[in-house]
């Protein structure tokens, strides 16, 4: 498989979560507790459906 064709990886760190979200490390930490980053989750993939793009990958 070309390297371009990579499949992205399945689990980000923290760090690359802040960078995707434009937040802080430190609020990444804390979303688990307050669930907030489930939500974005589910707002993010929702967005992804509505737009009719469901590759898997398409977050990248």
């Keep these: 498989m070309p390297e371009d064709d990579k499949p992205s990886p399945r689990f980000l760190t923290i760090e690359q979560v802040a960078e995707e979200l434009a937040t802080s490390e430190v609020q990444i930490r804390s979303?688990?507790?307050t669930g907030q980053l489930i939500q974005d989750a589910y707002r993010q993939v929702?967005?992804?459906i509505a737009a009719g793009n469901l590759e898997e990958d398409a977050a990248s």
């Design 31 to 33: 979303m688990p507790k």
């Design 46 to 48: 929702s967005e992804r």
